[in-house]
């Protein structure tokens, strides 16, 4: 069996290593879309194998830990929302958690923020709670064991991969930050220090025995024996704060969904701690008013009314959202029609209304690179998943755990490190989200599902930091106003505001000059950006299945 998978695997076609799968495809059975190739063939493969899709699901989380480092991790976190064929919906929260050990102030030194120490090193680390979501998810709804979907990752990481081109490019990027850490520079650079190629085999054995471990004893292959022991020492050589008893003690969460209603679509999204369902329930209704396919795609007035409700979104964000676990977020509210409308009262179709005029905040634009991704699953019963997963910056802290071959989230930057200071998205933040012992930190991940008639129609979601959330809303309405098919509604050009810094950005050639002069009329000060990847699944009224693969990454759809 684990040779039969990894014979299929190896049988990639090295073309599609650089995600030259582009178009739509439509299958009648299952269909997995993630941000690579060798993970959505590894979920096609569970699929065809007779599991469901919270199977396929968690052996792609595990491959992608083999073959997207950057990104796909057991060291982070992430959050699943999952829609059953018979109707039930749930969402599954894997999020970190602050260390016990971690303070309010622990990122300030001689009295002022250090906003490095949040990015990069052993400090930035949030406890990772991606394998005890895995083990959970498929203890409750999962047909097959542990150990066989994980099998695929083993193989991948036992005998290798091939790099893609970017991948090659990504890990040389970083081999100055991955030689500064003794298990970075052992995993992530070549031990002649020569650049990697595209086409390099790529091994990682002692990675491959710690999803031995996980496979053969379940969360507690991670969370207690020789992986803690190199997690604990990990801490102690370095100063990190991650204790036995944080492993221990973490466990992801089973939560509601937030349902929002758009025309006849019913929406199912991942809730606090993520923001973003209440963000894109919010402006839908901000946006509901507004007669949106006669506006017209990416029109000025489009794109201003679209601009306005995400402004006003995002100031709600800031200040009300955190872990729910330790505020009274006032949700009730937020999601209340008539205040929607009401926060829309001094909205123009003319004019902008200033960000300093809606609340407080600083001004800021550190945009630094960044990496989450996101993938969309549906089996031949119509159980559908959407997972986002994250090491937080593209490769997280940079710190791999010596012994173990994984790397350390930097997921604390996402806590308002000092409230009303901006993190590394030049988000702002409020004392919900001020960091606090065993507090998970404020998301923007937006794994959504969406029905029409009972019927799953659209699984969503896109990695991006707050930019997730506008993409994932726009995707939504490509399909649901515009009429588009899955990877026209993926490709479509972006726009995003997120109240502060007060900018609207759009894509490189993304927005027409006439379109940019008639927002720079309104009073919008307009900036490039690239928005966001998303992989989406559409399902049409006959249950045909269609992918949606971002061409702004490597993406890949495997479907039969
Ligand atoms: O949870 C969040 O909102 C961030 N940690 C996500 C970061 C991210 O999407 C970076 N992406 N490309």
Request: proline share 4%.
């Amino acid at each position: 069996m684990t040779r039969f998978l990894f014979l299929l695997l190896f049988l990639i076609p090295t073309s599609l290593l650089n995600g030259q799968s582009r178009s739509t495809q439509v299958y009648d059975n299952g269909l997995v879309v993630s941000a690579e190739v060798y993970a959505s063939e590894v979920g096609k493969q569970i699929l065809q194998q007779g599991g469901n899709a919270v199977d396929a699901a968690v052996a792609v989380q595990f491959a992608l830990a083999v073959t997207l480092p950057r990104a796909g991790n057991i060291g982070g976190g992430g959050f699943m929302v999952i829609q059953l064929a018979d109707g039930t919906s749930t969402t599954l929260d894997f999020r970190e958690k602050a260390p016990q050990r971690a303070s309010r102030n622990m990122y300030v030194r001689n009295g002022e923020f250090d906003p490095e120490l949040s990015w990069e090193g052993i400090l930035a680390s949030g406890v990772p709670g991606t394998v005890d979501g895995m083990v959970t998810a498929l203890e409750r709804y999962g047909r097959m064991p542990l150990e066989l979907v994980i099998q695929p990752a083993i193989d991948l990481a036992q005998n290798g991969y091939y790099l893609s081109y970017t991948q090659a490019q990504e890990l040389n990027s970083r081999f100055n930050t991955f030689s500064k850490y003794e298990g970075s520079k052992k995993y992530f650079t070549k031990e002649d220090g020569t650049p990697f190629k595209e086409g390099d085999l790529f091994i990682q054995k002692d990675l491959s025995e710690v999803l031995e471990q996980i496979a053969r004893y379940g969360r507690d292959g991670f969370y207690s024996g020789s992986v803690a022991d190199a997690i604990v020492q990990q801490m102690r050589e370095m100063g990190g704060l991650i204790s036995y008893s944080d492993l221990r003690n973490y466990s992801s969460k089973w939560r509601e969904p937030v349902k929002a209603r758009f025309q006849d679509y019913e929406l199912s999204i991942m809730p606090p701690p993520s923001s973003g369902s209440i963000a894109v329930y919010q402006i839908l209704d901000m946006m509901d008013d507004y007669a949106l396919s006669e506006l017209g795609h990416n029109s000025a007035d489009y794109v201003h009314l679209m601009a306005e409700s995400m402004r006003r979104a995002f100031a709600d964000r800031s200040f009300y959202l955190g872990d729910p676990d330790f505020n009274d977020i006032p949700k009730q509210d937020l999601l209340d029609p008539k205040y929607n409308h009401a926060r829309m009262i001094d909205f123009s179709m003319d004019t902008i209304t200033h960000s300093s005029a809606l609340s407080h905040g600083e001004f800021s634009n550190n945009y630094e690179s960044d990496e989450t991704t996101h993938f969309s699953i549906i089996d031949r019963d119509g159980n559908a998943v959407a997972v986002t997963t994250t090491l937080n910056g593209s490769f997280g802290s940079k710190v791999a755990v010596n012994g173990a071959g994984f790397l350390l989230n930097n997921e604390m930057d996402d806590f308002s490190a000092q409230p009303g200071e901006p993190n590394a998205y030049g988000l702002i933040g409020g004392e919900a989200n001020s960091i606090e012992p065993g507090k998970r930190m404020l998301s923007s991940m937006t794994p959504t599902i969406v029905t029409k008639d009972g019927k799953v129609r659209m699984i969503l979601g896109a990695a991006g930091g707050p930019r997730i959330i506008t993409a994932t809303l726009q995707n939504f309405l490509n399909i649901a106003v515009f009429g588009m098919n899955a990877q026209e509604a993926i490709a479509a050009n972006r726009v995003h505001h997120q109240w502060l810094p007060d900018i609207l950005f759009y894509e490189n050639y993304g927005l027409s000059p006439d379109t940019i002069r008639l927002l720079e009329q309104k009073g919008h000060q307009l900036r490039t950006m690239s928005i966001a990847r998303g992989h989406l699944i559409y399902i049409d009224p006959d249950g045909k299945k269609s992918s949606g693969v971002d061409p702004r990454g490597d993406g890949h759809a495997a479907g039969f």
